[in-house]
């Protein structure tokens, strides 16, 4: 029951539509049995300054940042956490009692906890990250803070990877497709295989011994995955780090460990309800 005390969280972006953060972030209120409840709201590119401006007078008790915003209410928000800070980007934002919101990222310590969650550590392993978007710069972060050897940036755009391998200091390197033989973590965090059958790169280079994690959920048996299956490496699918990501953000908010099962749950019903 939705009353007068509900609390309401939201996402902002654009588009929002086909988002699954509603499904997966009211699975993880209800889990908990908490009074809040979480939607989506279309926000067009220019407006995230008026956007936080409106969760202020709303009192909105939390919000989710997507595209086109994510850079933009990192400049507006009052503070920014180490891994928002470094990435100029926010996706979560944080209500302080004191009237200050703070910008926080939780997308690349929710892919080390999906990675955790599958029982891969990221403690003195090597990794090869392909691509050099927000999603890969988070991942290279995040990585980098929880503890990775070396961390490989293997991107088409050379100048991007430099840029991305940055973020891990001096355990951070620029490489080719043919490095990725020789590290223990390969992850693909570019948007090829979204909705089809393209490889990020030629899986030939894969080995036995690795893991390899796509960030790509849907299908959730990318081609990428099933190649590595082939190989006989260990997999790791992308709708873990969707759904830790969303996770972290309910911490920030309410302080709780909401169900990641029911989560998961949630965004695969959602998932499974577009594809007929
Ligand atoms: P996001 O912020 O969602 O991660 P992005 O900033 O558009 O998305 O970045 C997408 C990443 O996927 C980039 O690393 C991009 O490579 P470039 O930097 O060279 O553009 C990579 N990417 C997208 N399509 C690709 C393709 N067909 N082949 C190789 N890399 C691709």
Not at 108 to 128: E, K, N
Request: proline letters at 3%; aromatic letters at 4%; one cysteine or more.
């Amino acid at each position: 029951m939705i009353t007068g005390a509900t609390r309401v969280a939201a996402l902002i972006g654009s588009p929002v539509r086909h988002s699954l953060s509603p499904a997966m972030h009211n699975a993880g209120f209800q889990s908990l049995g908490l009074d809040w409840v979480y939607t989506a709201f279309h926000v067009h590119e220019g407006d995230a300054q008026r956007a936080l401006d409106a969760m202020r007078v709303l009192g909105l008790g939390g919000m989710s940042v997507t595209m086109p915003h994510k850079q933009a209410v990192a400049e507006a928000v009052d503070l920014l956490d180490p891994a928002a800070a470094a990435l100029h980007s926010v996706n979560t934002v944080v209500p302080h009692t004191d009237g200050r919101l703070l910008g926080h990222n939780t997308d690349g310590d929710g892919f080390v906890a999906s990675l955790a969650a599958a029982g891969v550590q990221v403690v003195g392993r090597s990794f090869g990250i392909v691509g050099a978007g927000g999603a890969a710069r988070a991942i290279v972060d995040a990585v980098a803070r929880a503890g990775a050897a070396q961390v490989v940036v293997v991107n088409r755009t050379a100048e991007r990877a430099h840029e991305a391998a940055a973020l891990a200091g001096a355990c951070g390197r620029v490489g080719s497709v043919a490095d990725l033989g020789s590290v223990e973590v390969v992850v693909n965090a570019t948007s090829v295989g979204m909705g089809s059958q393209e490889l990020p790169f030629d899986p030939r280079v894969l080995r036995r011994d690795q893991v390899v994690a796509d960030i790509v959920y849907h299908p959730r048996r990318t081609a990428l995955l099933a190649e590595a299956a082939v190989v006989g490496a260990a997999t790791v699918d992308g709708l873990g780090m969707l759904v830790h990501q969303a996770a972290l953000q309910q911490r920030l908010w309410t302080g709780r460990d909401p169900d990641i099962a029911a989560m998961a749950q949630a965004a695969e019903r959602e998932l499974a309800a577009r594809r007929q």
